[in-house]
Nanobody
């Protein structure tokens, strides 16, 4: 059974920092594209950051560029999201995703349960 468990969320003041972790069990993430998404109340889920299997290519969304960094530790089967200079508009539930296209017709696609991040004074 594959499980993705996010942690590290919480309440932080504007300008503060948080580090989210996503620990994966049941599969080796070495081949997986890992990403963080978020969903604010009343809004659609949006992609925040992606890190590819080798870990040397990352992408972050325009809304968080320069403030958020995604990284991975394949040995620990864990992905991280370092969030700095947080803003109230970063408030959302943050979800971890693991995706691997095994073949042209088969794709692994797993989600965590989410962790709440609230940025407020």
């Amino acid at each position: 059974q594959v499980q993705l468990v996010e942690s590290g969320g919480g309440l932080v003041q504007p300008g503060g920092s948080l580090r989210l972790s996503c620990e994966v069990s049941g599969v080796n993430i070495r081949s997986y594209v890992m990403s963080w998404h978020r969903q604010a109340p009343g809004k659609e889920r949006e992609l925040v950051a992606t890190i590819y299997a080798m870990g040397d290519i990352t992408n972050v969304g325009d809304a968080v560029k320069g403030r958020f960094t995604i990284s991975r530790d394949n040995a620990k089967n864990t992905v991280y999201l370092q969030m700095n200079s947080l803003k109230p508009e970063d408030t959302a539930v943050y979800y971890c995703n693991a995706r691997w296209r095994r073949s042209s017709s088969t794709m692994d696609d797993y989600w965590g349960q989410g962790t709440q991040v609230t940025v407020s004074s």
